[in-house]
């Protein structure tokens, strides 16, 4: 499977790591995954783990091991991964602004 093309914003980066050193023992690294509410928008989200799957793919970007599924892959180019703290709420967010609500209408041009 062809390697993501995604970013990570420096901030990012210190929060995964800051989240990563809490953990005894660490994580292997964070799973990014895509998944639709069943609406046809498409949801991301990212959790510590502790193994990989065969058919999953890891990849590195400024030092933290990413690791992904085939399907989930095809979403993960052009996206970046930022982490914001507004007022009193802060987490990760995903910025893809080439997947909306016609995604599926561009014939997969994001995607690639």
């Known amino acids: 499977?062809?390697?993501?093309?995604l970013s990570i914003s420096a901030i990012a980066v210190d929060k995964i790591y800051e989240f990563?050193?809490?953990r005894q023992p660490p994580p292997l690294g964070v799973k990014i995954f895509v998944y639709s509410d069943g609406s046809g928008s498409i949801?991301?989200?990212?959790s510590f783990v502790d193994g990989v799957d065969?058919?999953?793919?890891?990849f590195n970007i400024a030092g933290i091991t990413f690791i992904t599924d085939a399907s989930s892959a095809?979403?993960?180019n052009n996206m970046t991964l930022d982490?914001?703290?507004v007022d009193s709420v802060q987490g990760f967010v995903f910025n893809?602004?080439?997947?909306?609500?016609?995604c599926f209408n561009c014939q997969g041009a994001c995607r690639r």
């Open 96 to 102: 893809n602004d080439c997947i909306g609500k016609n």
């Open 1 to 5: 499977m062809e390697v993501p093309q």
């Open 83 to 85: 982490f914001v703290e």
């Open 74 to 76: 095809l979403f993960l």
């Open 43 to 46: 949801n991301y989200s990212m």
């Open 20 to 22: 990563m050193d809490a």
């Open 54 to 58: 065969s058919s999953d793919t890891m």
